[in-house]
């Protein structure tokens, strides 16, 4: 495989684009840091002449929330050729730390113009936020992700907190609350 042209360090970071490719960043100590970028094609995107690798691609629009759990049908013609569905959380790196990595393979069954992806029923699996969700064929070439949002189990937001009182107190030039 490729080599990076240059060392990443404690100060960078390594993200998943949408496309499968990884862009990698940053780096050093002070005086030293790696103010470039340096993108990555991993070897899945390519035949092995050398040219690109057919992708299966998803026809959907996903973007609307979904639930742990849920059975979506994700549109696409390369149905009868997908051999893995993977739902995979946006990064948040810092100091080459992922601290949102997530990587789930779905279930999923297929149908007629697309697949039955089942999500994780587990909030813990699948916590809220948004997802990159790919398709891959039997040769492991994924498509370009989908992004998909993955709402609480729970349809009713959080009510306030019922047991919290406060006093208003006074004194010459400051006011306070107090509980």
Do not use: W
Not at 60 to 83: C, E, M, W, Y
Not at 96 to 102: D, G, K, L, P, T
Not at 118 to 130: E, H, K, V, Y
């Amino acid at each position: 495989m490729a080599s990076a042209q240059n060392a990443r360090l404690y100060h960078s970071t390594a993200i998943l684009l949408p496309d499968g490719r990884v862009v990698s960043a940053g780096s050093g100590r002070p005086g030293t840091e790696q103010k470039n970028a340096e993108i990555y094609s991993p070897p899945y995107l390519f035949t092995s002449g050398g040219g690109a690798a057919t992708r299966p691609t998803i026809d959907s629009h996903l973007s609307k929330g979904v639930r742990p759990g849920q059975t979506i049908f994700v549109t696409t013609p390369d149905a009868a050729n997908i051999s893995k569905v993977t739902l995979v959380a946006l990064s948040s790196v810092t100091h080459a730390r992922n601290m949102n990595q997530r990587f789930n393979s779905l279930t999923f069954t297929q149908g007629m113009g697309g697949l039955n992806v089942t999500l994780p029923s587990s909030a813990n699996a699948c916590p809220p936020g948004t997802y990159m969700l790919f398709i891959l064929n039997s040769n492991g070439v994924p498509s370009v992700a989908q992004f998909i949002n993955v709402n609480s189990s729970n349809s009713l937001p959080p009510g306030a907190p019922s047991n919290l009182g406060a006093t208003a107190t006074s004194t010459s030039s400051v006011s306070q609350v107090g509980a």
